[in-house]
Nanobody, 121 residues
């Protein structure tokens, strides 16, 4: 599976961004998808995940109530809608696909290239 993340940019605090992860190659519906982020100088951290069919999602505490993950397997895309953004959300955001529905980055098999999100105060 090849993943392409897009939709990042510069937004003011309180604003919104929608990130997309487009997949190609193998059957996307066979893979759970996770979003991760990495701020400069920090380790990569889990943001949220969505199951193979989209019927289940799970979020990191900082994302609950502000971020929403959805997927459209017919279009081979997963979306991360981010609202009420804060400066501390500034990071490179990555999508990942894997056989397991997990928070652990090491268990994802395929990664997109990342897209930069910058939130100004």
């Amino acid at each position: 599976v090849q993943l392409q993340a897009s939709g990042g940019g510069l937004v003011q605090a309180g604003g919104s961004l929608r990130l997309s992860c487009a997949a190609s190659g193998r059957t996307f519906s066979n893979y759970a998808t996770g979003w991760f982020r990495q701020a400069q100088g920090k380790e990569r951290e889990f943001v949220g995940r969505i199951s193979w069919t989209g019927g289940s999602t799970y979020y990191a505490d900082f994302a609950k109530g502000r971020f929403t993950i959805s997927r459209d397997n017919a279009k081979n895309t997963v979306t991360l809608q981010m609202n009420s953004l804060k400066p501390e959300d500034t990071a490179v955001y990555y999508c990942a696909a894997g056989r397991y529905y997990t928070n652990r980055a090491a268990e994802y098999d395929y990664w997109g290239q990342g897209t930069q999100v910058t939130v100004s105060s």
